[in-house]
């Protein structure tokens, strides 16, 4: 709850600070409430206190010269920012001159002439005002020349006065069933006290100036011992919750709406309600909080730098109080036409991670915030704990790209922030187990580490294995799935693949610069893929030329073989001259997969975009189906992902350049495995690995045409076959 106020705090000094005129005066009120609640909670005699005690009178101080007399509202400002003056006071040596006691009893007192404050405060306020009066009247003997004009029989009438009008004041307290215990005890002392100064005050100059002397000592003595006790003035017995009532005023003076708590009425005009105010511009102040941390750059990268750097930057309480303002706006509206507006405004998860990162950060300059020890259970680092938590709960479904820096601050504020992170990280370990992985490695900056899917726990990791799904632009070795992203994870890890054989495309040498490629292509076609389409020179069954439009029609085969060029830009170099920018090809713009010639009738294939099964999300087919796409030796990047885009649910190809024969064999044993032993796209590449790898492979499971590759493996020099091994990747569930 201190954590929730503080950040109210902060935002409300940002607020502030762009707000001039009779514009400040509502947040200045809501300032001084909140401020003078956190000194309540901190304890009045605690020095931990003082600072919100000075913070509240400050921006009350304020707010009550911008309220039109007469007002309600003015009242009870005036009464709240007295009684603060008078706590303050009270926990000061007393002043013989004292503008603020004098200040402090003018306010308190003229709230008691009205009927603007409740019970609970009207019985505080007679506390304060008679305890300053007795004070006044005691501080000003503390004058010699004072004090001897007294003992001479020339006590000033205000004196007497003042002791006069504070025995008024704590008969009342004395009396009142509903005053705590404490307080009417306090009351009764002081009562004593008061009364023997007062007959002496009253009688000076007719008996024995020592004994007198004497007796007022004996008085000064027991208001000091009180002194150092605070009066008894302690929270909650003689604070109760809602001592200081709600400050709040009827002028349209701020830009939102705030709820009004009216008082007693005065003798005064009603007052016409306010204008609708216009709302807060929630995703302004999230631009403002981007623009304050990046500039203009990569959010996460810059986030991560600073967390990185550990080192609270020059603007950090500028960071806080802006994030703090987004997490903590408010819905503007309960109207169904405003029901937009009201999702805008509700924090999103990115709005908690940076606040946490804004707290954390700010924890790295200071403690306790004013100078003072930092208690663990109430400071920056668990207040930022409980933001990173709040992230957790949205973030990894709304953004999964951003949960690496939500892991690295998770770690930076304490092992439990990383159980709770990891709790929350269903959909992820969800993804993972549906590829058949067992740990996914995150990315940086929260590198070293994995999500167990099994225990859901978040553990050191060195090195990728069999079991590991990796993410980064880096290719995982012979070992694991690779994505590009978490997004894509999440995504693809969600698809279903056709079955390869259903209605396989291939797209073979349409420039005749590959004769290579004919000669395998026909050999794949002739013993796994007797029902293929063939586009390009395939010798044989050829189904069109390879132009850029066959291609494209192509987008929903069950497996598209891709043996042609590509251009430095990325373009598929097809027949006639034609080239094709995969990129254009989204899964809501991809057309039907082939059965057929190329051209005929029977080019009728799966439905939906991009030729999957059903749209995202619909009744019939909640999950949604692609094929498999196979690139050309040496190729991923782009590729890849922009094929993944179409509408592919998997892509195999080359995370760096590898020799044609070399490849030829690997693209064999791949499609050996997918369509004559049933293997999932990720179990064929792992077996071609293996295969590779292995000196004893079998050569008999070849055609004629690779078993010569096959035989020179083992004798050529300087290929490292672990390397090319690893070169083959795959992308995909």
């Known amino acids: ?106 306010l308190v007192g003229e709230a008691l002439t009205t009927g603007a404050i409740g019970p609970v405060q009207r019985m505080t306020a007679h506390m304060v005002v008679g305890v300053l009066l007795v004070m006044r009247t005691m501080s000003r003997m503390q004058d010699p020349t004072r004090l ?27 009396v009142d069933p509903t005053a705590p215990a404490e307080a009417r005890k ?47 003035l302690r929270m909650p017995q003689v604070l109760p919750e809602g001592a200081f009532g709600p400050i709040v005023t009827d002028q349209p003076v701020v830009d939102r709406p705030v709820a009004v708590f009216p008082g007693a009425p005065l003798d005064e005009e009603p007052v016409a309600p306010p204008e609708p105010a216009p709302r807060t511009d929630v995703e302004g102040l999230r ?52 029901a937009e507006d009201e999702d805008d405004a509700t924090p999103t998860g990115l709005d908690h991670l940076l606040h946490a990162a804004a707290l954390y950060l700010r924890g790295l300059r200071d403690t306790g915030g ?82 167990n899917a099994a225990s859901g726990r978040i553990e050191p990791c060195d090195a990728p294995g069999d079991g590991s799904v990796v993410v980064g632009p880096e290719a995982p070795g012979i070992s694991g799935h690779w994505f590009a992203s978490l997004s894509q994870l999440l995504d693809v890890a969600a698809r279903k693949l056709r079955p390869v054989t259903a209605d396989p495309v291939f797209v073979v040498n349409p420039r005749g610069d590959r004769e290579a490629a004919t000669m395998q292509a026909m050999a794949l076609r002739r013993l796994l893929y007797p029902r293929s389409t063939g586009l390009g020179q395939v010798v044989e069954n050829v189904d069109g030329a390879g132009t850029a439009n066959e291609v494209r029609r192509s987008m929903g085969a069950s497996l598209l073989h891709l043996d042609c060029g590509v251009s430095a830009a990325g ?26 010639p190329a051209g005929s009738a029977e080019m009728s294939g799966p439905a939906g975009p991009a030729g999957m099964s059903g749209p995202a999300g619909s009744a019939s087919s909640p999950e949604l189906e692609g094929g498999l796409a196979i690139l050309p030796p040496g190729r991923f990047h782009p590729l890849a992902d922009q094929l993944l885009a179409a509408g592919f649910a998997g892509v195999i190809g080359w995370a760096g350049p590898v020799p044609d024969p070399l490849a030829a064999l690997l693209v064999f044993v791949v499609h050996q ?42 004798a050529t020099p300087g290929t490292d076959l672990a390397v090319v091994a690893a070169t083959l990747v795959y992308r995909g569930p």
């Not at 010269?65 to 009684?83: H, I």
């Open 1 to 106: 709850m201190t954590d929730d106020l503080l950040a109210r705090r902060d935002a409300l000094r940002a607020e502030l600070a762009a707000l001039t005129g009779p514009a400040r005066t509502r947040p200045l009120l809501e300032l001084g409430q909140l401020c003078a609640h956190l000194h309540q909670r901190a304890g009045i005699t605690s020095p931990a206190a003082r600072p919100y005690l000075l913070e509240a009178i400050e921006a009350l101080d304020e707010a009550y010269d911008r309220l039109d007399p007469g007002d309600a509202n003015r009242v009870r400002c005036g009464t709240t920012l007295g009684m603060l003056l008078g706590g303050k006071l009270l926990a000061e040596p007393p002043r013989a001159q004292d503008p603020e006691r004098d200040r402090a009893i003018a």
């Open 148 to 174: 001897m004009g007294a003992i001479n029989g020339a006590t000033p009438p205000e004196d007497l006065a003042d002791l006069d009008s504070g025995l008024e004041h704590l008969a009342v307290v004395r």
């Open 186 to 232: 306090m009351a009764e002392t002081l009562t004593t006290m008061a009364e023997a100064l007062r007959g002496l005050l009253g009688g000076f100059g007719g008996g024995p100036a020592g004994a007198d002397l004497g007796t007022m000592m004996e008085a000064l003595s027991t208001l000091q011992n009180l002194q150092k006790d605070n009066f008894g």
């Open 287 to 338: 631009d403002s909080v981007r623009k304050l941390l990046t500039g203009g750059g990569d959010l996460l990268e810059t986030l991560a730098g600073l967390l990185r750097a550990g080192e609270a930057p020059p603007w950090i309480d500028d960071f806080v109080a802006a994030t703090g303002s987004v997490v903590y706006a408010e819905a503007d509206s309960e109207d169904e036409a405003d």
């Open 370 to 451: 004013w100078g003072e020890e930092e208690d663990e259970a109430d400071g920056d680092t668990a207040a930022a704990t409980e933001s990173v938590l709040a992230a957790a709960a949205t973030l990894p479904d709304a953004q999964p790209d951003a949960v690496p820096t939500l892991v690295f601050l998770a770690g930076l504020c304490s092992e439990a922030a990383v159980a709770g992170v990891a709790e929350r990280l269903t959909g992820l370990r969800a993804a993972v187990r549906a590829l058949g992985a067992e740990s996914l490695l995150l990315p940086e900056p929260a590198e070293g580490l994995a999500l």
């Open 571 to 596: 373009m598929l170099e097809l027949a006639d001259g034609g080239e094709l920018d995969v990129a254009e090809l989204t899964a809501s713009a991809g057309a039907a997969g082939m059965k057929g």
């Open 673 to 714: 495995e997918l369509a004559e032993s049933g293997g999932t796209p990720a179990e064929a590449v792992r077996r071609a690995r293996r295969w590779l790898l292995d000196p004893d492979r079998d050569r008999e499971r070849l055609p004629a045409l690779l078993t010569g590759y096959a035989d020179r493996l083992n």
